[in-house]
């Protein structure tokens, strides 16, 4: 019983509301509200702090909440080994991934996986790289997509290089180049991007020590090509998020190169199911690499 009241509390943390949380875990709010009061009850002090604003974790909250993280890891890795020995491959993956993965590498490896292994259940959460670290550590996700190793804590798989690219609109003056020089940035209209942890992008303009005129700083490639198309500058992006650029937007190679390491990184001792997701990414990237 204590499983479920654990499962219930840990949703509670994710979506900081009871409502979302018992729509997703299919209960009533009642249930959920009920469970967690009995939690708190059992060990004799709150977990959640209630308000008008929604449901937050106390500080003994998010402090017992890290060990029924690591009880419900335990369960789910039994589960899976047991079925490992039987021959079958079952058990949940959480995956926590950045959007340019989400769109462009998803939906065909979910639909692998659903394929050959429909016991399998893979639940993805995005966000940016520092975020996806901190799940990571915390055992929120299973696995990860980062741009380079982070923390012992973790084994981490490179899997590509992304390069970089400058985008120009067809306004800009750079846009009939073949190759762009990164030092003609310098003072240059700028839309750079946002995200907490390293910058591939700051870390490649300070090697070579250029200081665009940055204007703004979007989170969302999307907002930053729209930027672009209006003419209100340039940036510089992974080729992985330039598949569907407007017409009116050209991808330039830099003459200096530049890019982004993408790897998944994982717990030492991953479970079966993690494993099993790793080896199906890695082996479709080798495969669209041939192709």
């Avoid at 009871?18 to 299919?26: N, Q």
């Avoid at 335990?74 to 021959?87: P, S, T, V």
């Avoid at 999307?222 to 937007?249: A, D, F, R």
Wanted: glycine share 6%.
């Amino acid at each position: 019983m204590s499983l479920v009241k654990y499962e219930i509390l840990n949703k509670v943390a994710e979506v900081a509301s009871f409502t979302k949380a018992a729509e997703a875990l299919g209960l009533t709010q009642s249930a959920v509200s009920h469970a967690v009061s009995s939690l708190e009850k059992d060990f004799g002090f709150a977990l959640i702090h209630r308000s008008r604003a929604g449901v937050s974790l106390t500080s003994e909250g998010d402090a017992m909440l890290r060990s029924m993280r690591h009880v419900l890891d335990a369960e789910e890795l039994l589960q899976q080994e047991a079925a490992h020995i039987l021959g079958v491959t079952r058990g949940k993956v959480r995956i926590g991934v950045i959007s340019s993965i989400s769109s462009n590498w998803m939906p065909e490896i979910v639909r692998i996986m659903d394929n050959q292994f429909p016991g399998i259940q893979v639940e993805l959460r995005e966000g940016d790289y520092y975020e996806i670290e901190q799940w990571l550590l915390s055992g929120e996700v299973d696995a990860g997509f980062l741009n380079g190793q982070k923390s012992k804590q973790f084994q981490f798989i490179e899997l590509q290089q992304d390069p970089l690219l400058c985008i120009v609109s067809d306004k800009s003056p750079l846009y009939n180049k073949a190759e762009i020089d990164i030092v003609e940035l310098e003072d240059m209209p700028f839309i750079m991007t946002s995200h907490k942890g390293t910058n591939d992008v700051k870390v490649l303009l300070e090697q070579y020590h250029v200081k665009p005129n940055i204007r703004f700083e979007l989170s969302e490639e999307v907002g930053i090509t729209s930027m672009i198309s209006h003419q209100l500058g340039i940036s510089i992006l992974p080729k992985l998020v330039t598949n569907n650029l407007p017409p009116t937007i050209k991808a330039i190679p830099l003459k200096q190169g530049g890019y982004r390491t993408i790897g998944i990184a994982m717990k030492h001792h991953a479970s079966p199911v993690t494993k099993k997701f790793a080896e199906i990414l890695s082996s479709w990237l080798k495969e669209q690499n041939r192709n």
